[in-house]
């Protein structure tokens, strides 16, 4: 998932649909869009995590850390391996 960034952030799963698009809102799809919501993202990749079925990455500018850094903490001392968090320039 990206966090309104993915044409710049390239975190983009090809040929996996976005999930919730549409006029149909399919939820098939692999592809999040959060939106300007940084700390939902975190929460939201933590949850799927947590889950333990599906590997969890969501990215933004590094600058939006401050947005989710609560949720990258508990990521850290929860000990998810199953979630990545991907900053970029």
Excluded: W
């Excluded at 993202?41 to 995590?49: E, K, P, Q, R, V």
């Excluded at 969890?56 to 990258?72: L, Q």
Aim: net charge positive; glycine share 14%; with cysteine.
């Amino acid at each position: 998932g990206s966090a309104d960034l993915q044409g710049s952030c390239r975190n983009y799963i090809e040929d996996g649909g976005n999930f919730g698009a549409g006029f149909d809102k399919s939820y098939a799809g692999k592809n999040l869009y959060f939106g300007i919501r940084e700390h939902a993202m975190g929460s939201i990749l933590n949850g799927i995590a947590y889950h333990g079925i599906f590997k969890a990455s969501g990215s933004t500018f590094a600058v939006f850390v401050d947005y989710f850094r609560p949720t990258i903490r508990v990521a850290a001392l929860a000990e998810l391996g199953r979630v990545s968090y991907v900053l970029t320039h």
